[in-house]
């Protein structure tokens, strides 16, 4: 035992830094000291003074930060704890038995002694700890917030983890060293600056108010370096590999909910797409555009959260959207083209060096996580974003077509991205005058009436449009010549007839076209362009169908102008 009387000024050591003091009661406290977790009890002697008899209950430092309740969502709020340099979250209703807690900090490697476990759980139970504003999604908060990963990069709080954050944003080397090593290869293929800008773009959505983000598919063919391209995507935010931040979709429906939101606010890589089902690629147009999940109950018939999200994404494939459709013998919607955008990217994917791609894959790996912070530093407090956003929109695209429009603005939030970090933006025009003039047709929907009627009467060709006897054909009492292997002979049977000029369809069978269209505007469109005559008075739209015994009446198309019509997309 320790001499006191020899202790000088010197050498009486220092009182122990008290870290939290939690008062249980008036005679017992709980002190979370640097050297651990102390129970204090006040008592008196049998002689009557009064002393502190001291326990340490844990070597480790635990202390309970705060409560921390989400401001997204209607998770459970949960405690935030201390153990010793980490910290963790856990539910407190996970922590009712004293042996709960103790297998809860035993697999955090928290040292405590089993004695004294009681102790401990009396603090877990009985301490009042501050609120803390917490997070269970990456992205733009309500208070201004923004989160990747488990790291607040903007305001206060801390982030409770869930399905949505559980991939690891880590950061490794400095933004300097990845635009020095990295951005600077990515000057060999134009596609990799393309797939930066994507991987960036999602946090302009939320300060621009945009409401829907876009999804680009880069196509081309195989070994050309489109998964290079999405690593270097998904480096920006974190490790760029499957691990990390490149995602699949060798996935589920169910689990489309659980990746958007993930990605919320910071993108999302997506490889595989050709092993995408055409249930899979619907869901994902519907899920992505509609930026929340479905309404699901819980088994106590309350109201599950809805998932939300708002982010734009990259993938890649050897085959476009439109492709994978047809392969499926499926047609792809007209509004999926803006939320799938299709991009053939054989010209800004050039075959360079095998050891080039190998380089540039291993500087990500070297080199990840800092892009995307840094483009949230910058972007924060910059007044003029929706301005600068505007006229990049203006100058891809000046016309009046609302989804040429909705598309531009898309791609002009890669043309601010490049703006705001410095980065070559002439690939996003050159994809830009390629992706548009090829949609144009597309988009426009009056032009849609014309294809409509042309697959019909093609995919209906000598099934239920039937041809026409020859003026010298035989005289048997037949509407139909004999030597066409027709079934049936009844004109009330079929849905029209063509000769050597027109094609004749009956006014049931045009209803089976003009679904959507409406007749007047399915008409009028045809008679506009010369496709379907009609006579010179009134608004009587058939004609008499030459060589039909009994004279019925269709409606008399050009199939060849119509075919000049389509094709030339007049």
């Not at 122990?16 to 979370?32: A, F, G, H, N």
């Not at 509609?290 to 734009?312: D, H, T």
């Amino acid at each position: 035992m320790e001499d006191i009387t020899m202790r000088t000024p010197e050498n009486v050591p220092a009182e122990p830094l008290v870290i939290t003091r939690y008062d249980l009661d008036s005679k017992t406290s709980i002190e979370i000291r640097e050297d651990g977790v102390w129970f204090i009890e006040s008592k008196v002697s049998k002689a009557g003074k009064a002393y502190d008899e001291t326990v340490r209950v844990a070597s480790s430092i635990i202390d309970i930060e705060g409560l921390v309740d989400p401001i997204d969502s209607e998770v459970d709020a949960g405690l935030l704890v201390r153990i010793d340099d980490r910290r963790a979250t856990v539910k407190r209703e996970d922590l009712i038995q004293a042996q709960d807690i103790g297998k809860w900090l035993a697999a955090r490697k928290a040292y405590f002694n089993p004695k004294h476990l009681s102790l401990l759980a009396r603090m877990f139970m009985e301490t009042r700890p501050p609120e803390v504003i917490g997070y269970t999604r990456n992205g733009w908060q309500r208070n201004g917030a923004f989160v990747v990963g488990d790291t607040v990069l903007l305001g206060v709080g801390h982030v409770l983890k869930t399905e949505a954050n559980l991939a690891v944003y880590d950061r490794r080397s400095t933004f300097d060293d990845w635009e020095r090593e990295v951005l600077s290869r990515a000057q060999q293929k134009p596609a990799w600056l393309f797939a930066i800008l994507v991987g960036l773009s999602s946090v302009l959505l939320e300060p621009l108010g945009i409401e829907t983000g876009t999804a680009f598919n880069a196509y081309g063919p195989s070994g050309s370096g489109k998964t290079a391209a999405l690593k270097a995507a998904a480096g920006c935010w974190g490790r760029p590999d499957a691990s990390g931040c490149l995602k699949s979709f060798i996935t589920t429906e169910n689990a489309l909910e659980g990746l958007f939101e993930g990605g919320n606010g910071i993108g999302l890589s997506l490889d595989e797409l050709k092993t995408a089902n055409k249930n899979i690629l619907g869901q994902f147009a519907y899920l992505f555009g509609n930026g929340m999940g479905k309404e699901r109950m819980k088994s106590n018939a309350e109201m599950q959260r809805r998932r939300r999200w708002l982010l734009n994404c990259i993938m890649s494939s050897e085959k476009s959207v439109e492709g994978i459709f047809e392969a499926m013998e499926q047609q792809q919607a007209a509004g999926m083209v803006t939320r799938l955008v299709d991009i053939d990217m054989t010209d800004w994917l050039p075959i360079i060096d095998g050891a080039a791609v190998n380089e540039f894959e291993a500087m990500l790996r070297m080199h990840y996580g800092t892009a995307g912070p840094e483009f949230v530093r910058r972007v924060v407090g910059m007044a003029d974003l929706k301005e600068r956003h505007g006229r990049a929109a203006q100058a891809l695209y000046a016309g009046d077509d609302p989804k040429l429009g909705r598309a531009a603005n898309a791609f002009a939030q890669l043309k601010l991205t490049g703006e705001v970090m410095g980065i070559d933006t002439a690939v996003v025009d050159q994809v830009w005058a390629q992706w548009s003039s090829e949609v144009r047709e597309v988009f426009d929907d009056d032009l849609q009436i014309g294809r409509a009627v042309l697959a019909f009467i093609e995919r209906n060709l000598r099934v239920s449009i039937m041809q026409l006897a020859e003026e010298d054909g035989d005289d048997d009492g037949s509407p139909f010549g004999q030597d066409e292997g027709e079934i049936g002979n009844s004109y009330k049977e079929r849905d029209g007839w063509f000769d050597s000029e027109f094609v004749y369809l009956r006014a049931e069978a045009m209803a089976k076209i003009m679904d959507g269209f409406g007749r007047a505007r399915l008409y009028g469109w045809l008679h506009l362009r010369g496709i379907l005559h009609r006579p010179a008075k009134g608004d009587k739209w058939t004609v008499r169908v030459p060589r039909l015994a009994h004279r019925p009446s269709a409606l008399r198309i050009d199939l060849t102008r119509l075919q000049d019509v389509v094709g030339s997309g007049e």
